[in-house]
């Protein structure tokens, strides 16, 4: 595929439009494709501009050959629901698909996506990996997703604040939170979040 300078510099717009749940534009070079498809990591970071009151859905890659985090595509959109995830995903996953390699080649060689703990992000994710690959679609994801680190951290600092009465209560529930990050099994985890309901039944929903 030739590039000209200017793919470079310039955004394509790979799809926008509306319905009426929601406003989305998506952008993607196809060089960006290009350097999306050779890294085996995948990044999802959701920021707000408040200006324009819009999300945005950021895919974020590691480039080893230049050695630097790079944005290779953004999703502008009015809703952060599961169906508007789900459409943003597509749009990545089927622009890597035309300009740079065949996406099962592709998912087969991600090790890992990157993501926060939303329940609609990671929904949209799993249907668009099972609507793509088809059988095994669901194991996939499970291979794939991880959480950050980062926001799961943010997330805990945010709950305790509303569910303890004082600093010290809240420095218990920040040690026990931090602690279920080094636990291996899923039996150990479920273990740490029923501590931390009878600790702080307010917790409830959050750890639901």
Same mark, same amino acid.
């Given at each position: ?56 859905? @950021? ?8 050695? #630097? ?41 991600? #090790? ?10 990671? @929904? ?53 939170? @931090? ?7 899923? #039996? ?9 309901? @009878? ?10």
């Amino acid at each position: 595929m030739e590039m000209r300078p200017e793919d470079l510099l310039f955004p394509w717009v790979r799809s926008s439009g509306n319905s009426l749940l929601f406003e989305m534009g998506h952008l993607q070079t196809p060089i960006a494709s290009i350097v999306a498809a050779d890294s085996s990591v995948l990044f999802i970071d959701v920021k707000h501009d408040k200006l324009h009151d819009l999300h945005m859905v @950021n895919f974020v890659v590691y480039s080893e050959s230049l050695q #630097e985090t790079i944005r290779v595509a953004s999703t502008r959109t009015t809703a952060l629901t599961e169906r508007a995830y789900t459409e943003c995903f597509v749009l990545f996953f089927e622009a890597i698909d035309l300009d740079a390699k065949p996406l099962n080649e592709y998912i087969d060689g991600l #090790e890992t996506i990157m993501m926060d703990f939303s329940e609609a992000q990671q @929904n949209g994710l799993k249907a668009v990996i099972i609507r793509l690959v088809g059988v095994g679609g669901g194991e996939i994801f499970d291979r794939l997703f991880r959480g950050c680190h980062i926001h799961y951290m943010r997330s805990v600092h945010r709950v305790a604040k509303l569910v303890t009465r004082s600093e010290q209560e809240q420095h218990v529930f920040h040690t026990v939170c @931090n602690n279920i990050t080094a636990l291996e099994t899923q #039996e150990a985890v479920q273990t740490f979040f029923d501590l931390l309901l @009878n600790m702080y039944p307010g917790a409830e929903p959050w750890v639901s």
